[in-house]
């Protein structure tokens, strides 16, 4: 039996060629950089799994529902203290306003002496009305008093001559009666013209407007040249002693927790600055249309007042213990507003709340909450109820 033993040579150009004589194509060298590149990936397959090894991260079992359930930050809010504070715009006015008017008949007015936003003090004249007429009336009034006083003296001289004459017998007794009812007649006609020189005195000094009470002119409605009379409306608007006061609207349940002496700061609308007041009345009935009441806070005098703005009152309504959330925690819809709450089986829960004063940590829950449930602080409005979360607790 013969072998064939064939060597084989690989050429540089990739052929080999055997001893034989015949040549064949040999099989192509793998490159370098591929094996390389192949083992930086196997390489790094490995960190992966030896990371996932120690982070304890196992492969989720297939068919765990919580697999895919949306991660929510939960919070166990508790019961906190809250100083009770209710928010209510109004309108700025004057605690007592006094309109004033003619008192007088009137006539045209010469001078005005004040103007709005003047001080006044009781008694001060505040517009002087023509009076040159009533001046004359006056002395004609006078001049009555004196005739009547001649006709009284020449009564009483009559009267003195027959009682002298009666004991002669000259003078009857009748006459004599009636001498002194004509003396008396005479003396009571000056008693009466001096009453009514007296009145004309007084309506003259009426014709003059004058401040019934010290305050702060409010508004100024006559100009010199004016004619005024009894018809005419109040020529000025005086504030008494320049109290001012802010008629807060309330709701009939807010009026329920306040009472008379309740302090109260109130801000002007467009101003920064506030105002410390207290109420001083609440109105004993409800507006049927509003279902609203006012709440009368009296304030002292201050130009930034100013009767007929609007301002923001904020009024201590006192201390009660409530469950304090954020913001984001409390949704609402046209039902009112409510939260989630995660259950034993991680699944969220609506729950209808009732919010209170609104503080600097957050939203007072007055009722719906007992303070001991995981509640999801945020995301809330992208749940639905029975929908499974995963939820994690706020890291303080």
């Known amino acids: 039996m013969n072998y064939e033993t064939t060597i084989r040579a690989e050429a540089a150009d990739g052929v080999s060629t055997d001893f034989s004589g015949s040549r064949t194509l040999a099989a192509p060298a793998v490159p370098r950089w591929l094996i390389i590149g192949g083992l930086g990936v196997f390489g790094l397959l490995l960190a992966i799994a030896a990371w996932f090894a120690l982070a304890g991260g196992e492969p989720a079992a297939v068919g765990d529902d919580n697999s895919q359930a949306a991660t929510v930050t939960v919070v166990t809010p508790g019961k906190t203290s809250v100083s009770g504070e209710i928010e209510a ?115 003259n000094q009426r014709l003059n407007i004058y401040a019934p009470a010290s305050g702060y002119v409010l508004a100024r409605n006559v100009e010199p040249g004016q004619t005024v009379g009894a018809g005419s409306p109040a020529l000025f608007t005086i504030a008494s002693g320049g109290e001012m006061e802010m008629l807060a609207q309330l709701s009939e349940e807010q009026l329920a927790k306040l009472s008379i002496g309740t302090m109260a700061t109130v801000t002007p609308t467009g101003s920064e600055k506030s105002f410390s007041g207290q109420i001083w009345q609440l109105a004993p009935v409800i507006d049927q249309a509003t279902r609203q009441g006012t709440a009368r806070i009296a304030l002292s005098f201050t130009p930034e007042l100013r009767p007929g703005g609007f301002a923001t009152a904020r009024i201590n309504s006192g201390t009660f213990t409530a469950t304090i ?29 009732k919010t209170g004063a609104v503080t600097e940590s957050g939203i007072a829950i007055t009722s719906g909450l007992s303070g001991t449930e995981q509640v999801v602080l945020r995301a809330g409005g992208f749940l639905n109820p029975g929908e499974t979360v995963n939820p994690q607790p706020l890291k303080q």
Do not use: C, H
């Open 89 to 203: 715009p109004g309108t700025l006015a004057a605690r007592r306003p006094m309109p004033v008017g003619v008192v007088g008949e009137g006539g045209q007015v010469l001078r005005v002496t004040v103007d709005a936003g003047d001080w006044v003090q009781r008694g001060q004249v505040l517009a002087v009305v023509d009076r040159s007429v009533q001046v004359q009336q006056a002395e004609a009034q006078s001049a009555q008093i004196e005739v009547a006083r001649a006709d009284a003296n020449l009564a009483q001289a009559n009267l003195d001559r027959a009682l002298q004459l009666v004991e002669r017998g000259f003078v009857s007794k009748a006459d004599v009666d009636r001498l002194t009812a004509t003396r008396d007649a005479a003396a009571a006609r000056v008693k009466v013209a001096q009453a009514q020189l007296a009145e004309q005195r007084a309506r």
């Open 325 to 353: 959330l954020p913001e984001s925690a409390v949704l609402a819809d046209d039902e009112g507003s409510f939260v989630y709450v995660i259950d034993k089986d991680n699944k969220a829960v609506r729950r209808a709340v």
